[in-house]
């Protein structure tokens, strides 16, 4: 499938199967895989379908045939807005039963405090401003609805956020120059001289592992640097460090207008057979005096028609007293040590948790619409995501999913964070 436009004209074009898009000296190219023939032989049928003008943008074209994303069912509870709470703020928290008739009941908001809300609704749908008097970095929140017939219970996990601005400075760090970002509770760092990876990310302990100062082989990488990268999958890194590359601060906003800030490690590609001219962007984000990192990639110019590609992220972590929860509940977890290990597919829930026993602390890690495994040998443990990399022709620029990392006291609950697959980031450009 593509979309082309032009002069005030498009074209979308629907392909078979066994058709295969290629760009050949900027040009879009398009071939068929077919049998070898014999003499007098028939050739089975090609498909191509056009349509020209029909579709408005490639968006609307690409939904028109198919490529949607799954719809998940509206939760009983969420956040009216996001779960960002400002100190001393309320927090808005929507419910909606879905049963619409007339009830009348009350709702039980627990924290480290609790507080009843009586309620009468006609519609099942239902408002509570809660002010929360937790301290940690994370509060969850337990809303329990209690109506004359029907009863639920749910837990929503909320984010701490200050008004203290996060620190970013360049620091000499064993002879390297190093970006450093702080927002109070969680830094992290990256060097343009060392490796295109956030090679380091602290709270109350160090969660990546790397070799820096100086990058070599490590298990079957070389070289290796460790921390947390996403490039293209199937690209040798030997030529990720022949590109040039640099790294910067950046600020990003989302779309509640919160300014976020981190770094922008950029890799250039020049004389490259598939990527020639492309620029890949990693994007490590936080907010001021919250527990969260987010990692978003961009993908600016390069080929006009990017298809069947995927993103890869590979996150090497320090894997000393740690434990890890792969599933939804608290029965099962596995604490590497060095041996052969390995979990994807239904071995593991949509989101995970690695808890660190000396800190007592919890890192949560989420994305959506990502495939996700473990893996451990005696060299190193790692999780790595992969998703579909497609550019459409007219697509300057294109960006992946977020990732998503948050930090709590104690073992967290695997529920309750869903909202924060709703955040999008758009970096703030310089005039």
């Known amino acids: 499938m593509a979309f082309l436009a032009w002069q005030g004209h498009n074209l979308g074009i629907r392909t078979d199967s066994q058709a295969e898009w290629q760009e050949i000296n900027h040009s879009l190219g398009l071939r068929w895989r077919v049998e070898s023939m014999k003499p007098q032989s028939i050739s089975n049928q090609m498909q191509l379908t056009l349509y020209p003008n029909v579709y408005a943008s490639a968006d609307s074209f690409a939904l028109s045939q198919g490529y949607m994303e799954t719809k998940r069912p509206q939760l009983f509870a969420g ?44 519609t099942g749908e239902i408002n509570v401003v809660h002010k929360p008097r937790g301290s940690a970095p994370t509060v969850p929140f337990s809303v329990q609805y209690s109506g004359k017939l029907y009863e639920k219970k749910r837990i929503l996990q909320g984010i701490y956020i200050w008004k203290e601005p996060v620190s970013c400075r360049v620091e000499q760090d064993q002879g390297l120059l190093v970006h450093v970002v702080s927002n109070g509770l969680l830094t992290f760092k990256a060097s343009e001289a060392y490796y295109p990876t956030l090679y380091s990310l602290q709270t109350k302990r160090e969660w990546l592992d790397n070799l820096f ?3 070599g082989p490590k298990s079957w990488w070389n070289p290796w640097g460790g921390g947390m990268m996403t490039i293209p999958r199937n690209l040798q890194l030997r030529t990720i460090m022949d590109q040039k590359r640099t790294v910067t601060f950046v600020t990003m906003v989302d779309q509640w207008n919160q300014q976020w800030s981190g770094i922008k490690i950029s890799i250039q590609f020049s004389n490259h057979k598939v990527w020639n001219e492309a620029e890949f962007n990693q994007y490590f984000v936080t907010l001021p005096g919250a ?9 600016n110019g390069g080929p006009s028609l990017v298809d069947q590609k995927h993103w890869l992220t590979g996150i090497f972590f320090n894997r000393e007293n740690l434990a890890v929860y792969p599933l939804a509940n608290d029965d099962e977890h596995f604490k590497p040590n060095g041996g052969q290990t390995e979990l994807s597919g239904l ?4 989101v995970n948790r690695l808890y660190a026993h000396q800190t007592d602390e919890t890192l949560v890690t989420l994305g959506q619409m990502m495939d996700r495994e473990f893996r451990e040998d005696k060299d190193v443990f ?19 999913r977020p990732q998503l990392f948050v930090w709590t006291k104690g073992l967290s609950s695997s529920n309750g964070w869903e909202w924060l ?8 450009k310089d005039d």
């Open 79 to 122: 956040f009216a807005n996001h779960g960002f709470i400002e100190t001393n703020h309320p927090v808005d928290i929507r419910i909606e039963t879905g049963k619409k008739e007339v009830d009348q009941g009350h709702i039980l908001i627990r924290e480290e405090t609790e507080k009843r809300y009586p309620f009468e609704t006609k």
């Open 213 to 215: 100062p100086n990058p």
């Open 291 to 299: 527990s969260i990192l987010v990692h978003v990639n961009e993908l």
């Open 347 to 350: 071995s593991l829930h949509d």
């Open 382 to 400: 790692a999780a790595m995501t992969t998703e579909p990399l497609k550019k459409w022709p007219g697509e300057q620029r294109i960006m992946s």
């Open 421 to 428: 697959n709703r955040v999008t980031l758009k970096e703030v």
